[in-house]
């Protein structure tokens, strides 16, 4: 039995998305050392962080903790999901072998702040293995390590990412799936809406998602006058309710994905989108293009630019054919790169390389 703990903010969906593939290895025990939040599964133990302040320095505080953890679990290897917070973890505990994951943010953020890139160089020199979800994530780590960098991305369950045949009415419905932050650009992709609105009354606009400027956006589609064509859905953790999630993501005709930042370096629900064999405007920044093919799959538009995005709009609003074409072609590209069952494979396979256990 390989024993693994896994170092991640278990709060995080796609954290629980690894937490979950593994766990359902036979061979594998999973222990999850996180703070305690978000969905837990029956296969795997979970230890606690403390929260002392309720911010980054938590991190520095629980080292000991973490480390009278990895003693009372002795495992065969330690895995820290993104770099600078659980990494920090995982490197200070000194315990070998140490696999680093970097995400986005702490690739490409975290090492403007001097302090912050000698703690990640720090970190990545104690690792016996370092991975990435993307390959522009690739390249920008290589200023941080001269280890070797595997490339495992976070893909979807292609049998379980399927549209489904829902009952339609004559609405062409717009949906994303954001985290209502600034970073994501969900007020670019109002303001393009309420102008393809002015053309088009047969359009809706279905955000998934919360987060601080939830009632900024929902005052914005009021002065914008289009908030009775906007449904601002909330949070809806697929893990938890996948039926919901998945049933809407199928009622969607376009996604849209439109983050302001290169640190968003891969896109999970772009992938997801284009699963569903749906049509993508997304942003040409950090990875998105590498999981939107431009003219292919969907379009790429410059970030902040809702006039450009308010164009992609109506070519896909006016041409059903194209929507059907670029969804299929999203479809195969997501078989072809992004089968999620591959992915954890690959990771498992690394798991068995620095470990040397190879019975699983």
């Given at each position: ?24 290895f ?26 002392y ?18 003693r ?8 820290a ?54 390959k ?38 717009i949906?994303?799936v ?14 393009a ?11 809706k606009?279905?955000?998934v ?5 939830r ?16 449904t ?5 953790n697929q ?84 929507r059907?074409?670029?969804g ?8 072809n ?24």
């Amino acid at each position: 039995m390989l024993k693994v703990v896994i170092l991640g903010e278990n709060g995080s969906v796609h954290i629980q998305k690894w937490v979950k593939a593994i766990s359902e290895f036979e061979k594998i025990e999973l222990h999850v050392i996180s703070f305690d939040r978000g969905v837990k599964f029956d296969k795997v133990t979970y230890h606690p962080l403390k929260i002392y302040f309720n911010n980054k320095l938590d991190f520095f505080f629980n080292t000991r903790i973490v480390r009278r953890y990895l003693r009372l679990i002795n495992p065969d290897l330690i895995h820290a999901h993104y770099a600078t917070s659980y990494g920090y973890l995982g490197a200070r505990a000194n315990f070998h072998p140490f696999v680093i994951t970097g995400w986005g943010a702490d690739i490409f953020d975290s090492p403007k702040n001097v302090l912050m890139k000698q703690l990640l160089i720090s970190s990545f020199k104690q690792a016996d293995a370092v991975t990435v979800l993307s390959k522009i994530t690739k390249t920008e780590i290589s200023k941080l390590t001269n280890k070797n960098v595997t490339l495992i991305p976070f893909g979807v369950d292609i049998e379980k990412f399927k549209k489904r045949d829902l009952a339609k009415d004559n609405f062409i419905r717009i949906g994303t799936v954001r985290t209502l932050s600034e970073k994501y650009g969900v007020e670019f992709l109002i303001r393009a809406f309420s102008i393809v609105c002015k053309r088009h009354d047969n359009i809706k606009l279905e955000i998934v998602g919360d987060g601080p400027l939830r009632s900024f956006l929902e005052s914005l589609a009021k002065e914008l006058g289009v908030f009775d064509k906007v449904t601002f859905h909330g949070y809806v953790n697929q893990n938890a309710d996948f039926e919901k999630y998945i049933n809407l993501m199928s009622s969607f005709d376009v996604f849209a994905i439109l983050s302001i930042l290169d640190s968003e370096t891969f896109g999970v629900a772009a992938v997801e989108a284009s699963s569903c064999s749906l049509p993508i405007i997304a942003t040409d920044v950090g990875g998105l293009p590498e999981v939107v093919q431009n003219n292919e799959t969907g379009f790429l538009v410059p970030p902040k630019d809702f006039i450009a995005t308010a164009n992609a709009l109506e070519t896909l609003i006016l041409d059903e054919s194209l929507r059907i074409k670029m969804g299929l072609q999203g479809r195969l590209k997501v078989e072809n790169e992004y089968f999620w069952k591959n992915n954890v494979n690959k990771m498992v396979n690394l798991y068995k390389d620095i470990s040397g256990y190879n019975n699983i």
